[in-house]
């Protein structure tokens, strides 16, 4: 997957709609290059299918050993902060897409993207894949996307190119 030229469809579980019409999909962001170009994908299939799209954010609040304590008003003003930047970068780029959401949560990403994809009835997520690392030299997936594959209801299209 992470050689392909291509974007990649992993259906692990098809959703109700995955043989009739496309009409939610949920384009996953991390903010990156990848996600960018996953984000151009996301449109032009919402601009051909009449879909809703629905661009999902997942702020990762999990402490690490480097990373400070942040108490829950540091949380919600990073989502605040998230979700302008997300409005700012995402909904210009949006012309002829009637049907649209951005949204920002906090939590374990790919928790909350399969949450957030349930929720929205999704058909499709659409997502980079180890955009954290886009030089790593394995042929590994990131964890984020892996746990999205095996966990999500529904087919997720990984483009990484």
Same mark, same amino acid.
């Given at each position: 997957?992470?050689?392909?030229?291509?974007?990649?469809?992993?259906?692990?579980?098809?959703?109700?709609?995955?043989?009739?019409?496309?009409?939610?999909?949920?384009?996953?962001?991390? *903010? +990156?290059?990848?996600?960018?170009? /996953?984000?151009?994908?996301?449109? $032009?299939?919402?601009?051909?299918?009449?879909? !809703?799209?629905?661009?999902?954010?997942?702020?990762?609040?999990?402490?690490?050993?480097?990373?400070?304590?942040?108490?829950?008003?540091?949380?919600?003003?990073?989502?605040?902060?998230?979700?302008? *930047? +997300?409005?700012?970068?995402?909904? /210009?780029?949006?012309?002829?897409? $009637?049907?649209?959401?951005?949204?920002?949560? !906090?939590?374990?990403?790919?928790?909350?993207?399969?949450?957030?994809?349930?929720?929205?009835?999704?058909?499709?997520?659409?997502?980079?894949?180890?955009?954290?690392?886009?030089?790593?030299?394995?042929?590994?997936?990131?964890?984020?996307?892996?746990?999205?594959?095996?966990?999500?209801?529904?087919?997720?299209?990984?483009?990484?190119?």
């Amino acid at each position: 997957v992470r050689q392909s030229p291509c974007p990649v469809l992993i259906v692990n579980r098809a959703a109700a709609s995955f043989w009739g019409d496309i009409s939610n999909v949920v384009f996953a962001t991390d *903010f +990156s290059i990848a996600s960018d170009k /996953a984000f151009d994908f996301a449109c $032009k299939l919402a601009g051909q299918t009449g879909c !809703e799209l629905h661009v999902f954010h997942a702020q990762n609040t999990s402490l690490t050993p480097t990373s400070k304590k942040f108490d829950q008003d540091d949380i919600e003003g990073r989502i605040r902060e998230k979700l302008r *930047f +997300s409005r700012g970068k995402y909904a /210009a780029k949006m012309d002829g897409i $009637k049907n649209y959401s951005i949204e920002v949560w !906090e939590g374990n990403p790919y928790t909350e993207i399969v949450k957030y994809a349930r929720e929205k009835y999704s058909d499709l997520i659409v997502m980079a894949q180890d955009s954290q690392n886009p030089g790593s030299q394995t042929h590994e997936l990131g964890s984020t996307i892996k746990q999205v594959i095996l966990r999500a209801g529904c087919p997720v299209l990984c483009l990484n190119k």
